[in-house]
Each structure stands twice: as C-alpha cells, then as structure tokens.
C-alpha cells in the first residue's frame, strides 16, 4: 500500500526503522514526522496496539491523531480493542495472522492510486524532521535550562 509505518511509544523495535516507509515512534518523545503523516490518514491499521495516551496525546504542539479516520485496530487481548479511540473496526487476533490474512485479501493493483505521491511524502516529511532534530540543542528546549552553559564555562575543555 506504500502507506507511512508509525509505532507505539517505547516501540521502536516493531518495524524495521532503516525502511522507507517507516516513520516513526508517536507521541511522547517521538517522530514528528510520523504524527504529522498520521494527522493526514483517512484509515489506520493498529496493529497489536492498545493505542495507549502516550501514543495519541497530543506532542509538539500537534494534536495529530485524526478524529475523523476509520480505525481498525487489531488485538489478542480483546479488552484493549477500543480502550481509548473508538474503532470501526475492532478485531480480536494475533497481529502477525491478521496482517497476513488482510494482504491475502487485497487486490494485487490495492495502494497503486497516487503510490508515488505517498512514497515521496513520506520520504519529504522525514526528511524535514532529521533537519529540525539535526538543528536543536537542549537550550532552544527549555529556556530555563542554563546548566550546559554554566558547565562550558566552568570546564571548556570538557565540552
């Protein structure tokens, strides 16, 4: 489908995060390009996730999780399916299972309108979020912060 990846907060580790269509962690601490690309989906596919607050609170100033998309969200425990975003769909299973069962059913030409389209924003808005994370420092973080600057002070030859 070329549709952006995003994970869970303190989920890194489920999707290959060298993949181009990876986008990142949501929410606390995360990928601003992958809640960005998030805010623009009409469907989300939620794979073996309860959707926990840190994952779908607002961050960065975004409140980027769009209340207006069709949510599948896909659980083997059925208590966590609609916990804390309603769903369309909710289905109860093993992610691995369902997933595959999803991609057996698909037409082989499903995701081909405005594929390229997708893939290039994608890579665009990953892009643009390396740049604005190559460019910070902890003081332009929090103004009060004065302790990395107190400390070249103290000891230049450390820093």
Known sequence: LSAPVCCNYQHNDAFPGNHPLYAG?????????????????????????????????????????????????????????????????????????VAQGILEKLAPAAGDADRSNREALIKTTKAAWELELGSMDHEQDDVGTTWNERSRKRHPERM
Do not use: C, H, W
């Open 25 to 97: 962690p949501l929410g606390y601490n995360g990928s601003k390009a992958a809640m960005e690309l998030i805010s623009q989906a009409d469907v989300i596919l939620a794979l073996g996730t309860r959707l926990n607050p840190f994952s779908t609170l607002p961050a960065y100033g975004i409140n980027y999780f769009p209340s207006q998309a069709k949510l599948i969200q896909v659980d083997i425990n059925e208590a966590r399916i609609g916990l804390t975003k309603p769903v369309t769909v909710g289905i109860q299973g093993d992610a691995a299972m």
